[in-house]
T-cell receptor
Framework: NAGVTQTPKFQVLKTGQSMTLQCAQDMNHEYMSWYRQDPGMGLRLIHYSVGAGITDQGEVPNGYNVSRSTTEDFPLRLLSAAPSQTSVYFC?????????????????FGPGTRLTVL | LAKTTQPISMDSYEGQEVNITCSHNNIATNDYITWYQQFPSQGPRFIIQGYKTKVTNEVASLFIPADRKSSTLSLPRVSLSDTAVYYCLVGPVGGYQKVTFGTGTKLQVIP
């Protein structure tokens, strides 16, 4: 299994440009999420999804859109990039559904996308 | 979601045992305690998870008192490679609740 993959690894945008950060997982996880991490800070939840066709807002959703058309993919869209969106973006997934046999619930993270908006 | 409080930073010398305590006074009956480790420029990775008493794996131990209002992550004989940020999270196992992180504890291991 590849786990959680993210592309691109690095991206530089100009203010006002749009782009999509890609995230995919091959573990058949229902729950996927996007976080941003600013220098010296913790992770802040942007959006999350509990299954195909279902998304919800996290702590800092403004300026970002998401959709979930398949279980595997959860892209994050920046419609009009701003310098305040300069950050490292992490995608994560976890099983999501409850199982009687489930004894450990782990989030798996991708390697991150480092985004700079000029 | 239960709120957690942990120290912002800690320093330790190589070879020492490090204990990081997390406070979670309003933990719910079905909540578990999970710790993640994050190295610079990487995503967090799972270290250990527990519900009560003590859990041990090859990386760390997790001590949870009977009232479960706090927990302690114990790292035995730390090395320079253990320098990282450690996050304590509280929530149910399984299910669809959102997962949020606090600011974590930055552990600096000193030679």
């Amino acid at each position: 299994n590849a786990g959680v993959t993210q592309t691109p690894k690095f991206q530089v945008l100009k203010t006002g440009q749009s782009m999509t950060l890609q995230c995919a997982q091959d573990m058949n996880h229902e729950y996927m999420s996007w976080y941003r991490q600013d220098p010296g800070m913790g992770l802040r939840l942007i959006h999350y999804s509990v299954g195909a066709g279902i998304t919800d807002q996290g702590e800092v959703p403004n300026g970002y859109n998401v959709s979930r058309s398949t279980t595997e993919d959860f892209p994050l869209r920046l419609l009009s990039a701003a310098p305040s969106q300069t950050s490292v973006y992490f995608c994560a997934s976890r099983l999501g559904r409850r199982l009687s046999s489930l004894t450990t619930d782990t989030q798996y993270f991708g390697p991150g996308t480092r985004l700079t908006v000029l | 979601l239960a709120k957690t409080t942990q120290p912002i930073s800690m320093d330790s010398y190589e070879g020492q045992e490090v204990n990081i305590t997390c406070s979670h006074n309003n933990i719910a009956t079905n909540d578990y305690i999970t710790w993640y480790q994050q190295f610079p420029s990487q995503g967090p990775r799972f270290i250990i998870q527990g519900y009560k008493t003590k859990v041990t794996n090859e990386v760390a131990s997790l001590f949870i008192p009977a009232d479960r209002k706090s927990s302690t992550l114990s790292l035995p004989r730390v090395s320079l490679s253990d320098t990282a940020v450690y996050y304590c999270l509280v929530g149910p196992v399984g299910g669809y609740q959102k997962v949020t992180f606090g600011t974590g504890t930055k552990l600096q291991v000193i030679p």
